[in-house]
């Protein structure tokens, strides 16, 4: 593939993230996505061939994302350490809020929650294929080091959590909720989102 070829792949799958994200699966088409990236429409066919093999493409090309994630949980010396809670939360959270430091890149988070939240998602198989086996080994991880918990805790936890960090790409949405419209906050995400996960991880459940 010739680096022009590339680099218009990579235009395809761009401008994908972002219409998906905004119009979401079934509201977008692949002309549409074309038109976006000034791209010829035989030339994502030809990539592609099926907009729901690019739909899938766009979310297979960032598993580098989970992959990281996963790598770090693996880091983890003692999962039943008195520190291990919080160092979970790190390998989930870090990676994913890395993309939220690029205008480009937030499409992409914000098209998870987009897929993670629509009905029709059991259809492509993205979220079985290729983040429900993250899903199972971070709740492996968070049985070893909060082993105490009742059946059904660490599965319903983690998908709190799920919904947590997918919030936290639209920053645009707290601006508007904040008293005064206009006024900013001095509160650094990460950490309070990092804060408020180990604190309901730890205490959530209890009478």
């Avoid at 066919?45 to 996963?70: C, G, L, M, S, W």
């Avoid at 294929?129 to 492996?140: N, V």
């Amino acid at each position: 593939m010739t680096s022009t070829s590339q680099s218009k792949r990579a235009a395809l799958l761009r401008a994908g993230e972002k219409l998906f994200a905004v119009d979401g699966y079934h509201g977008i088409s692949l002309r549409d996505v074309a038109r976006e990236a000034n791209v010829n429409l035989p030339l994502l066919t030809y990539h592609f061939e099926t907009k729901e093999n690019f739909y899938y493409t766009i979310f297979a090309e960032r598993q580098y994302i989970n992959d990281e994630r996963v790598r770090r949980l693996g880091m983890i010396e003692d999962l039943t350490s008195a520190g291990a809670l919080e160092e979970i939360i790190d390998a989930f959270i870090g990676p994913v809020l890395s993309l939220h430091e690029s205008k480009e890149s937030i499409w992409f988070a914000r098209l998870v929650l987009r897929e993670a939240s629509d009905p029709s998602s059991q259809d492509r198989k993205i979220i079985s294929e290729l983040f429900d086996p993250l899903a199972r080994t971070f709740i492996s991880a968070l049985r070893k080091a909060l082993p105490h918990k009742q059946e059904g805790f660490h599965e319903w936890a983690y998908l709190f959590s799920v919904g947590a960090l997918t919030q936290s790409s639209f920053d645009i949405r707290m601006e508007n909720l904040i008293e005064g419209g206009a006024t900013r906050h001095n509160i650094d995400k990460a950490k309070f989102l990092r804060s408020y996960l180990v604190a309901a991880f730890a205490h959530a459940g209890e009478a």
